[in-house]
């Protein structure tokens, strides 16, 4: 189990601010070390939400909150913590200077987490006299509401600290997900950023506009995507013959040139054995029938949380259901 008496956050812009928001709310107290002039400011505006965010979230009560404290150098900051929290730009020169400067200074014991989006732990490693309990701990924005957190070790990492950054994140109500394979980028961001060139071509090439393609996602599966992810939803849709029958259907889609990204792998028996295997693992305790009615009981819960947003008139999908209602009512008579 995690022992998380005090922590350390290096880096207070959005993402580091994030995470000493979070880990204050928890009752975790946290130094930080920011240069910026700016940092006192910008993490008491993250807290002033962070504080609004949890108050809705736990209605049934907080622990006291921690205090965030600001340090001289990174030397205080990390003194006594038990996670270090990096998150400085995305320059490994910088990641360097800064790895050097904690690990010189951290208990010997400590986890230190990078929010990298993107460098491989192992290319960080060399900064350090001891890389074993240097991870990847990549969260998404906002950090104090958003619970998954990439834990990537890197070839140096020791199994012993990824069992125990798992633990520490798991402790403030973080999702860890370790990645098997250390890679760039990770599997989120690669995720992203597939979506975010195809979307780059679709506006240059006057498809769709900014607001249309946001429409069209938020509207339809990005509702899906919310509740149950990429390949639950396919699973759904090859009906009772589950994964196998849809990627026999659309897996042949993957040579048409649909998407600018058609550097796709090889569709094989291989591919489809694998990816239905896994699907089988994820879901096989549910019948279609019953995947069908958990999917229809999230998105009506997930609307109707929209639709009371923006002060009752409710928030993309959330307001077109408030009209709907309007019409299904009159319809009824009501």
Known sequence: MS????????????????????????????????????????????????????????PDGLPKEAEITLAGSIAEAVNGADLIQESVPERLDTKHKVLAEIDRHAAADAIVGSSTSGIKPTDMAPAMA??????VA??????????????????????????RATDLYASIGMKPVTIRKEIEAFVGDRLL?????????????????????DDIMRYSFGLRWAQMGMFQVYR????????????????????????????????????????????????????????????DDNLVAIMDALSKQ???????????????RVKLAAKAGV
């Open 3 to 58: 022992n998380l008496s005090k922590a350390a956050c290096i880096g207070g812009g959005v993402i580091g601010a994030g995470w000493a928001a979070r880990l204050a709310l928890n009752g975790i107290p946290v130094s930080m070390f920011d240069p910026d002039p700016e940092a006192p400011r910008k993490v008491s505006e993250v807290m002033a939400n962070t504080r609004r965010a949890f108050a809705a979230m736990a």
């Open 138 to 163: 990549h969260p998404y924005n906002p950090v104090y509401l958003l619970p998954l957190v990439e834990i990537v070790p890197g070839e140096m990492t020791s199994t012993e600290a990824v069992s």
């Open 236 to 295: 759904i849709a090859g009906g009772e013959a589950g994964m196998r029958h849809f990627m026999a259907q659309f897996g042949p889609c993957l040579t048409w040139p649909w998407t600018k990204l058609m550097d796709v792998p090889e569709f094989n028996d291989e591919l489809v054995d694998l990816i239905a295997g896994q699907s089988d693992d994820q879901s096989g305790k549910w019948s279609i029938r019953e995947l069908e009615r958990i999917r």
């Open 130 to 135: 001891r890389p074993e309990r240097l991870v």
């Open 310 to 324: 923006n002060g009752g008139e409710g928030w993309g999908a959330g307001a077109l259901l408030n009209d709907f």
């Open 193 to 213: 950023e597939a979506v975010w060139r195809e979307a780059l071509w679709l506006i240059k090439d006057g498809i769709c506009t900014v607001e249309e393609l």
